[in-house]
């Protein structure tokens, strides 16, 4: 009972609070300037962004727990990344808080270029959230990026991600876990062509972007929620997950504790600790999630 009262009192602020701006405030349908904004723009100008709480210094809604993160946008903090050129990073996950990947966003400017990851690290799952980069591959082979479109390249593959305006990716990496005759290939595609797959028990719309075969020892999903959509399962599981929101609003428990998201937001959860999510407001949810898979857990 204390619980159901926890929800409806998390609910009541969500009306109260937001009700100028973000989640309760979205139009019904698609408004015309909603049409007239590109794709996930509001991860690059979230709602709650420093700029928004100049007059609550202090205030942050990032959480960090030994079970999993809530990272938001008012708390990113940018520096120069490692090898890249004219590029600056915000670490969002990494194995300092007990994932066994890194997550992070790399915001792109004129001559940006990227470096190459560690020996034996696969760059698992690049994704162009804002602007357009140009990958290249050893033998020179470019192909261009849009916003909405993704690369994978395994571990030790020479490549460079090129830019020559203002962009912003989310970028994941680990090392990968090898497997006796399996062979990962490099992968460039976008979430528009992927089809919708089957999601028994569920009503959310799911989509995988990387192949389901043994030699990807990692998955990333796309999926898409509807205003009052949510869960069935109240998962808990042995796989790692890194989750960037792109769209929407709503609650995901985590644990004991209900937080209230928007799109920037960014979350870790560590093996086994139960979660689920409803989507608020009256746009749909759209997230990406990194989910390790393919491997025993032993």
């Not at 159901?4 to 698609?30: D, Q, R, V």
């Not at 994704?127 to 192909?143: D, E, I, K, R, W």
């Not at 509807?226 to 989750?243: D, R």
Request: glycine share 8%.
């Amino acid at each position: 009972m204390r619980s159901i009262f926890a929800i409806l009192f998390i609910l009541g602020l969500f009306k109260h609070a937001f009700s100028e701006e973000g989640y309760c405030s979205a139009p019904s349908g698609l408004s015309t300037d909603a049409k007239a904004k590109p794709l996930y723009w509001k991860v690059n100008s979230p709602t709650l962004s420093p700029v928004h709480l100049k007059d609550l210094p202090g205030f942050t809604r990032s959480v960090y727990k030994n079970s999993h993160a809530l990272i938001s946008p008012e708390s990113h903090v940018y520096g120069p990344l490692p090898d890249w050129s004219d590029t600056t990073g915000a670490y969002l996950i990494s194995p300092e808080m007990g994932s066994h990947f890194l997550m992070y966003l790399a915001k792109l400017k004129d001559n940006s270029r990227s470096g190459l990851p560690l020996p034996g690290v696969e760059r698992l799952f690049i994704f162009v959230l804002q602007g357009t980069v140009t990958v290249t591959n050893a033998t020179g082979v470019s192909q261009l990026l849009k916003v909405d479109s993704y690369a994978y390249f395994p571990p030790n593959f020479e490549h460079s991600i090129e830019s020559d305006a203002l962009g912003t990716i989310v970028v994941f990496e680990r090392r990968y876990s090898p497997l006796a005759n399996h062979i990962p290939e490099p992968l460039v595609g976008s979430t528009d062509k992927h089809p919708l797959l089957e999601t028994p028990g569920e009503i959310f719309e799911l989509r995988k972007l990387i192949p389901t075969t043994l030699a990807y020892d990692f998955n990333i999903h796309i999926m898409d929620f509807q205003p009052g959509e949510f869960l069935n399962v109240k998962e808990v599981h042995y796989n790692q997950h890194g989750l960037l929101l792109l769209e929407g609003q709503g609650i995901y428990r985590l644990g004991d504790s209900w937080y209230p998201v928007q799109a920037g937001d960014v979350i870790w959860m560590a093996p086994f600790i139960p979660q689920w999510y409803a989507a608020l407001g009256k746009t749909r949810t759209r997230y990406l999630i990194y989910k390790d898979a393919n491997r025993s857990p032993l």
